[in-house]
């Protein structure tokens, strides 16, 4: 009988142990390096009698063969390649995805005064806590913005209806104060705690998970009053422009983001990046990069529903070409990397105040 391992199927290495997973399969499964090979072998369809094992005997490797079999890693070949049994969403979504979900699982909480949380307490301390903040050369010039606040007096609620995903801008000038009230109210500290081993940590418009903030924000300034053109990272405690050497232009940002069209008229951009030792020193578990994940879905949001209260509009996409941004921003080694786009600029809006291109159902239907 010809038969094959299923698909997908996932090798782990983890601390020096191999571990069998697939979506198909609950759990997972330690097992040797010589069934690993012969798993990597049986992406191919294989007689079963043929399999063989440079370091096994033919009864040692057919006694593997059954026992893959049973659990159901291996199947008749026709079998195997039925991708109908693999449950949805992984069998679109595939290995990578699936990894990425089952490691990320289960992670411990303390909770508490505890052992265990001094020990997490020693464990954390005895290595070196990066600073909360990016720490400046005191000689790199920063444009220092202004600390007015532009007056957001639209009512919450009228926020809350009213924000939406702007594709479309005029080529109009954003004014220095709201462009500096936006990244304020985004982006920078409101207050700080005093948070023991911790360290002073900043409080933001924006929940963050282990209040580490991680996100670093460049800014590509198009169309600011008042702001030259260019690339910067915005300062959070200085509330000012550090430049940045790098091409953040309209055409870069455009090619980054699939040339979706957000960069064209808009007035400026941003692109967040994880620091991520920030939050590595405090979670040292792989749930963090979830962690990460949410937190920046949470300062889109307030950044998106703030330029709604300023009467202008942002765009924001996830979907970005990775590796030219961390090229373009010359991220170090794999540690800072990039985390979303946001287009910020004068809404192009319908005559109902809704952006230019957006089409209200006008028949009942299902869905
Ligand atoms: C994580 C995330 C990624 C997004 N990526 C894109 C994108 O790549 N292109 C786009 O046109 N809109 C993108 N959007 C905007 C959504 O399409 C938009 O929020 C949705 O259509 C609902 O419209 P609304 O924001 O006006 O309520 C994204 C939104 C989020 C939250």
Redesign the pocket.
């Known amino acids: 009988m010809k038969v094959k391992a299923i698909s997908p199927l996932l090798l782990q290495c983890d601390r020096g142990k191999i571990y069998l997973t697939s979506p198909r399969m609950p759990g997972r499964l330690r097992i040797k390096r010589q069934v690993a090979e012969i798993l990597f072998a049986l992406q191919e369809p294989q007689d079963q009698l043929t399999i063989g094992h440079p370091e096994l005997s033919h009864e040692q490797t057919q006694s593997v063969i059954q026992t893959l079999i049973s659990a159901g890693y291996i199947l008749p070949a026709d079998e195997a390649e039925q991708k109908t049994q693999t449950p949805h969403p992984w069998d679109v979504w595939g290995a990578n995805a699936w990894n990425f979900h089952t490691q990320l699982k289960d992670a411990p909480f303390l909770r508490g005064a505890s052992q265990e949380m001094e020990a997490y307490e020693a464990r954390i301390t005895s290595r070196v806590r990066p600073p909360n903040v990016r720490e400046e050369d005191p000689e790199t010039p920063v444009l220092l913005l202004p600390r007015v606040r532009s007056e957001m007096n639209v009512p919450f609620r009228s926020v809350l209806e009213n924000r939406?995903?702007h594709?479309h801008f005029k080529e109009d000038r954003v004014g220095l104060d709201d462009f500096a009230t936006l990244l304020h109210y985004s982006f920078a500290p409101m207050r700080f705690a005093d948070s023991g081993v911790m360290g002073v940590q900043q409080l933001k418009s924006y929940a963050s998970g282990g209040a580490r903030h991680e996100a670093e924000f460049y800014i590509a300034v198009f169309n600011v009053h008042g702001v030259e053109a260019g690339t910067y990272r915005y300062d959070t405690i200085r509330h000012g422009l550090v430049p940045v050497e790098a091409d953040l232009s309209r055409a870069a940002m455009e090619r980054f983001t699939y040339d979706?069209g957000f960069f064209t008229t808009s007035s400026f951009g941003v692109v967040t990046t994880a620091l991520t030792e920030r939050m590595a020193w405090k979670y040292p578990h792989p749930r963090a990069y979830k962690l990460m994940l949410h937190n920046v879905?949470h300062l889109?949001q307030v950044f998106s529903m703030t330029a709604s209260a300023l009467g202008l509009g942002a765009?924001?996409?996830?979907?970005f070409r990775d590796t030219e941004v961390e090229n373009a921003l010359r991220l170090e080694g794999s540690s800072e990397f990039p985390t979303f786009f946001m287009s910020c600029g004068v809404p192009e809006l319908t005559p109902e105040g809704q952006?230019a291109v957006y089409r209200a159902p006008t028949r009942p239907t299902l869905s």
């Open positions: 939406r995903t594709r979706q879905g889109v765009a924001i996409t996830g979907g952006p």
